[in-house]
């Protein structure tokens, strides 16, 4: 039975939805990334862009920044953007998502559902982000004063084999946007050009 209970494809003939998920340390340019992809998607797709710091404001209020507290946001993260892939959403997820096995784990339980799980790994070196970094965040990380901040005082593991990595301090948005694109149509959720 379809989901409307009357038969036909309530979606319209819509493609099935995708996780795309940005990894990266903080100011390696996931959420400039997430957002210039979705103006490209959303004229094609019903697109929704998870940003850590709004899901950290909205879905994980009260989770701390120990290794289980960032685990249970990367794992509420990942529920949702099921959820959403499930009604043929495009979700692009920017969450700095420091742990390879709780990446792993979200990546298996979408796949497990049918969701096309692309990890794309965005990066940059440390003392680009420290210049990128207007809150100068890095700088009091570096300093001591600034506890559990990741990939200074806390560990930050690249993926073993992301879909794609982006070299933001070399290449241009626009050039790692459509190197996104590529991969999407190369993967299968997007028709090719």
Known sequence: ???DGMGGDVYGGRPPGFILWFTGLSGAGKSTLASAV????ATRYPVEVLDGDEVRTFLSRGLGFSKPDRDENIRRIGYAARLLAQHRVAVIVAAI?????SRDEVRRMATEQGIAFLEVYVRAPLEVLVQRDVKGLYKKAL???LPNFTGVSDPYEPPDAPELTLQTDIESLEGSVARVLELLRG???LEPA
């Open 143 to 145: 300093a001591g004063e």
């Open 187 to 189: 993967q299968g959720p």
């Open 1 to 3: 039975m379809q989901p």
């Open 97 to 101: 998502s420091p742990y390879r096995q």
């Open 38 to 41: 979705r103006q490209w998607l």
